[in-house]
């Protein structure tokens, strides 16, 4: 018998709690397969968000910061000026965390340029909570807290992160990519390792976005969410490469 | 070699001199000298510095830090102070040392930027959400400034826990002849490696939170807390008597209001009128018992609590007091500082 696949050693045997079809256990898990790919399982240093992802510190066996709501780029800043520079640090964020309580550190962790990677979820709701709209919650989608859909007039408008902070100078590395399917998992993979690297070569901050799902607060079945957000997700999100430094390096 | 040092750069060099290398801050008056000193000095002896966007997000830079195993600090002012208080108690809920230097302005709100000691009851009851308590010092000089910034560090460290260092713009505006102590040898400094999430390859995750959702989980961590607080309690409380022997009436005042009432102890006593002063250094653990036992002395008149604020340290004074003496409070308030002849003419009035 050959073993094909296993599970990345990276990761803990701990028993996820997300909910059925939710995509952030495919996120870990492309960020474990992707750091032993680059040696850098050891001495890499996670920073949770409050939200989902909470609970993070449990499936990583590295170590690990647990963050104030929106704070993970603050203290991931601080872990950065102490540690070696050749340890990998990230954040692991979602909308409510990164977007909106977060918006302040996240724009100035970019604006410093800090030499860290910041993991993106962007399923547009408040999962933890029980589906609160969220600062990226699209125009007509229903929150518990716009229970007749998303009227910006009413609301406010949602927020393109990725777009947003690639106007800045401090950001290496911008994408948005999604995990709906397995070319688009391929590429989300791709996306994270070459963060990563980009972060390996000390050349500031990557940042991806991964356009996710929330089945549970969605009300819909795994297999719907994830065509919500291939259709209506990926046509107000598109994906794509915001801002790529090593490209215009090579200009 | 004693030198003139405005106290809030006294406390800036010896924070540098105690081992920390990283301060995270936020312009505000009247505490600007120190992030100024911190922003250039720290980079000549191989530390970092970085001027947050804000205080909240310069406390989370401070939790990061302290949970990679440094000394950081932060410091700040009375509303700043209240923004980073979320911080605070995320470094207490994860067991995290550091310093933080709050120099008292006037409230509430924005208030002005004159010296107030109206924050002793966020310094000292919690501040932010939670069972929990910082370490309060409250310095009356520049060379106390300087010695306790020194030590905070060994106490946060030994005690895993924040601590914080009280004063008003009075203190850290002023200049004094101060001496900084020796720097410290980072190398002697408390080893935090079973501890301190710094990207480890030993295999054994350390783990820098404050969540923990089961209840017993939760409720053993608020009495591991306290206990550690009785530990403090009994080791690191500090006062200091001011012509105490023979008083019969006992001002009980901190930081610059302290050096106000030891003014009007030597006026009253050079009328012949019997004062003296209880001045708590530590607000928490506060030194009730000092207090008490005063209390207790047949020929004690009365306690004046002497703040510049509506009265908030007279709380603890009158607990510790505990009914067996009159317990009076005069305030000042805005900015506004008392004279020692204000104090003079309570005590002969009031006899």
């Known amino acids: 018998m050959k073993i094909v696949a296993t599970k990345p050693q990276m990761l ?17 898990r492309l960020i474990a397969e992707v750091l032993e790919e680059l040696g850098k399982t050891d001495n890499a240093i996670g920073i949770m968000p409050v939200g989902c992802a909470v609970f993070g510190y449990n499936y990583f066996k590295c170590d690990m910061y647990q963050a104030a709501h929106g704070r993970a780029p603050s203290v991931a800043s601080g872990v950065r000026r102490v540690v070696n520079s050749d340890n990998i640090i990230f954040s ?6 990164l977007a909106s309580i977060g918006m302040a550190e996240t724009v100035h962790a970019c604006m410093r340029g800090e030499n860290i990677t910041v993991i993106f979820i962007n399923n547009q709701i408040y999962g933890m909570t029980g589906g609160q709209m969220a600062p990226t919650t699209m125009p007509g989608e229903k929150a518990t807290t716009c229970i007749y859909g998303r009227d910006p007039k ?3 408008n949602p927020v393109h992160m990725s777009e947003m902070l690639a106007t800045l100078t401090g950001p290496a590395y911008i994408e948005r990519v999604a995990c709906f399917d397995v070319p688009h998992v391929r590429q989300a993979k791709a ?10 070569e000390k050349k500031g901050l990557t940042f991806i976005e991964v ?17 919500f957000v291939k259709t209506k997700g990926c046509e107000f999100y598109p994906l794509g490469v915001y801002k790529d430094i090593t490209k215009e390096e090579n200009k | 070699m004693k030198k003139l040092w405005k106290g809030n750069e006294a406390i800036a060099e010896a924070a540098v001199a105690a081992g920390c290398r990283y301060f995270f801050g936020y312009p505000i008056t009247p505490q600007n000298e120190i ?8 980079f000549e002896v191989g530390g970092a510095f970085i001027q947050a966007e804000s205080e909240v997000s310069a406390i989370n830079m401070v939790y990061g830090a302290a949970g990679a195993g440094a000394r950081a600090m932060t410091s700040s002012s009375s509303p700043g102070i209240s923004l980073k208080q979320e911080g605070i108690s995320y470094i207490a809920g994860a067991d995290l040392p550091c310093v933080i230097v709050n120099m008292m302005r006037s409230g509430p709100g924005l208030g002005g930027i004159q010296p107030a000691q109206g924050d002793y009851f966020q310094a000292t009851k919690g501040g932010g959400h939670g069972d929990y308590h910082c370490i309060v010092y409250a310095p009356s000089t520049v060379q106390e400034f300087v010695d306790i910034t020194y030590r905070a560090f060994d106490v946060a460290d030994e005690y895993r826990n924040p601590v914080m260092i009280i004063g008003d713009g009075m203190l850290g505006q002023m200049m004094e002849s101060a001496e900084i102590p020796p720097m410290r040898d980072l190398s002697t400094l408390p080893n935090k490696d079973s501890w301190a999430a710094c ?9 820098i939170n404050s969540i923990r959702f089961e209840a017993d989980e939760l409720e053993a961590f608020n009495d591991y807390l306290f206990k550690k607080y009785e530990k403090i309690a009994e080791k690191e409380t500090r006062y200091e008597e001011y012509y105490n022997d023979d008083a019969e009436y006992i001002f009980v005042a901190y930081g610059s209001v302290a050096r106000i009432c030891k003014a009007a102890v030597m006026e009253l006593r050079s009328e012949g009128i019997k004062a003296g002063l209880i001045r708590p250094i530590t607000l928490y653990p506060y030194p009730s018992k000092i207090i008490n036992d005063t209390a207790k002395k047949p020929y004690v008149k009365k306690f004046i609590t002497v703040e510049m604020s509506k009265g908030q340290m007279v709380e603890d004074v009158r607990l510790a007091v505990n009914g067996a003496k009159p317990v009076e409070f005069y305030g000042r308030c805005g900015g506004n500082v008392m004279m020692p002849a204000d104090l003079v ?5 009031g006899k």
């Not at chain 1, 692991?92 to 965390?97: I, K, L, R, S, T």
């Not at chain 1, 994270?192 to 390996?200: P, Y």
């Not at chain 1, 079945?221 to 994830?226: A, D, F, K, R, Y």
Request: aromatic share 10%; with cysteine; charged share 20%.
């Open chain 1, 211 to 227: 356009l996710a799902n929330c089945p549970t607060n969605y009300h819909m079945t795994p297999l719907e969410s994830m065509n």
């Open chain 1, 12 to 28: 803990t045997d701990a028993h996820m709690h997300y909910c059925p079809g939710c995509t952030h256990g495919i996120v870990h």
């Open chain 2, 199 to 207: 990207g480890h390859s030993d295999g054994k995750q350390r783990l």
């Open chain 1, 154 to 156: 009413v609301y406010g």
């Open chain 2, 345 to 349: 003419k309570l005590v002969k009035e």
């Open chain 2, 35 to 42: 992030p100024e000193y911190m922003s250039w000095r720290l």
């Open chain 1, 92 to 97: 692991y964020q979602g909308d409510g965390d």
């Open chain 1, 191 to 200: 996306a994270i390792k070459k963060a990563f690297q980009i972060q390996m």
